[in-house]
């Protein structure tokens, strides 16, 4: 077979090489048959899903304020942000655990949008700054922090800012770089990553039917749009399940599977783990904890007034003047104004407790690797204690879904359950995520090959997601 050269070739073509390379038909199952028939309908539920997108983000906007009284059944302001925060949140958060990222493969319009630019745009070769690992975790905390300071949760100009404006975000960096791929959904989508954490966690899983030796590495040759080196796949992270490669009664398409959410984690030594996602998660977690614990910390008024003292004594009245709009909340209609003081002690709180969290788990984690060394394990400590640093994420995942699904619960209080009531579940909830951590580290270091001192190699990191939950106890109870 003569040999093209990849970048000159289209993403048909590709796949058409992709099937020819293939011998014989392997056995498929009824999932495979059905999720390949349902590919050729997710562009228009792209398409639906952008006009729902539309909708929720910009009619708000343009509707009277909401009285104070108002509920999601009788005011269309409430209503989208009930669907925003309410429903498409958590759906997404369980649908992960449950199905992997197939909020991304089948209903997210902006991932779509970005790649249909793709199509049309100038395909230029992705920039190493966008390729950097770190270059995500950024794109979270400036999101998060933003949503923060603009009160994207309360306000739905701020929602249409964040949300819009990543959304353009999305479909320029479509039509700049890559070619047939979605740069913005590998490297820059502000959940894409949160997603792939905890898609590791989820129950559905696409394997090469023929592996091939080697690590899963980012490649250009392939047909995956989050440029997966198909036979050689062995992590869920980037895997948007757009179902391109399922191809049935191909050898070379990949095979749905099922398995019981958490075990890729449990086995994190053979998914391919990566230093710089443990780094996310105990970031991540730290500086969503920080955008509630400002809400709560008793101590936090009083800070805010020495340091606006300090900057009056020092002749900076800016301080104490309001920002502009984009940056910060400025509702006067809605008895909110931020002023340059809260925008600088929000974020500086939020980035504050992002440091101490990732400090915490971080020594956590190296202090469990070291005893794991010490009793036997088979690996060095700096590898061992990436491993160990997955066992958070579960923790992590309960925390994220009861903070930023804030209206989660709405409908039950509606449905006449109490406040106690309510508070009892999100407890049950962040206890729930406690314990699989802790069976997730207990498994990890039985990977490592800690027999004997298991249980006294556990306790730092164990210690660690006690930290993280008691703290988000506190932030959201
Ligand atoms: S990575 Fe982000 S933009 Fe891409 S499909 Fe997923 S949520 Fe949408
Ligand atoms: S691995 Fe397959 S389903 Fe997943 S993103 Fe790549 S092509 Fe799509």
Redesign the pocket.
């Known amino acids: 077979m003569q040999s093209i050269p990849i970048k000159d070739v289209t993403e048909p073509e590709l796949t058409t090489r992709f099937i020819r390379d293939q011998v014989s038909a392997p056995e498929q199952t009824s999932v495979e048959r059905l999720l390949a028939g349902i590919r050729p309908w997710l562009p228009w539920v792209h398409l639906a899903m952008f006009l729902v997108f539309l909708a929720v983000l910009v009619v708000p906007v343009y509707l009277p304020e909401s009285p104070e009284q108002a509920t999601f059944l009788d005011d269309g302001r409430v209503l989208a942000n009930y669907l925003l925060w309410g429903v498409w949140f958590p759906l997404v958060f369980f649908s992960v655990v449950v199905t992997g990222r197939s909020w991304c493969?089948f209903l997210c319009p902006m991932g779509a949008a970005a790649e249909a630019a793709n199509r049309r745009g100038l395909q230029w070769a992705t920039p190493a700054w966008i390729r950097w690992p770190g270059t995500p975790i950024i794109s979270f905390v400036v999101i998060t922090i933003l949503g923060q300071t603009t009160g994207v949760r309360d306000h739905p100009e701020a929602a249409l800012e964040v949300f819009g404006g990543t959304f353009v975000l999305a479909i320029l960096v479509g039509w700049l770089w890559g070619r047939n791929k979605r740069v913005w959904c590998r490297h820059l989508c502000p959940i894409g990553l949160l997603l792939g954490v905890f898609a590791r966690l989820g129950a559905v899983q696409?394997s090469p039917r023929m592996r091939k030796a080697g690590s899963d590495r980012l490649t250009e040759k392939t047909?995956?749009?989050?440029y997966?080196d198909?036979p050689r796949?062995q992590a869920a992270r980037?895997?948007?399940?757009?179902?391109?490669?399922?191809l049935p009664g191909h050898k070379a398409g990949?095979a749905v599977s099922f398995r019981r959410p958490g075990r890729e984690l449990e086995s994190i030594r053979h998914h391919q783990p990566d230093g710089w996602e443990v780094l996310f998660i105990f970031l991540g977690a730290g500086i969503a904890l920080g955008g509630f614990l400002w809400l709560v910390l008793p101590f936090y008024d009083t800070w805010r007034q020495s340091v606006g003292t300090w900057f009056i004594e020092q002749g900076q009245y800016w301080i104490g003047e309001p920002g502009p709009a984009w940056l910060m909340s400025v509702h006067p209609e809605r008895r909110e104004v931020f002023r340059w003081l809260d925008f600088l002690m929000i974020a500086g709180t939020m980035v504050s407790v992002m440091v101490l969290s990732a400090l915490i788990l971080g020594l956590a984690s190296l202090a469990s690797a070291s005893l794991a060394r010490r009793f036997g394990g088979n690996c060095k400590t700096p590898q061992a204690m990436i491993q160990i640093g997955y066992s958070q994420a579960p923790v992590a995942l309960m925390a994220l879904m009861i903070g930023l699904a804030t209206e989660l619960f709405t409908p039950f209080l509606g449905l006449g359950m109490t406040h106690t009531q309510v508070n009892h579940v999100k407890v049950a909830m962040i206890v729930l995520g406690l314990l699989w951590s802790l069976w997730l580290a207990w498994k990890i270091l039985g990977g490592l090959g800690v027999k004997r001192g298991r249980l006294v190699s556990i306790l730092p990191t164990a210690l660690g997601s006690t930290a993280m939950a008691a703290a988000w106890w506190i932030a959201v109870l």
């Not at 047909?223 to 989050?226: D, L, N, S």
């Not at 980037?238 to 399922?246: A, G, M, P, S, Y």
């Open positions: 493969g696409l047909i995956c749009p989050t997966i198909l796949k980037h895997c948007i399940e757009c179902l391109r490669c399922i990949l």
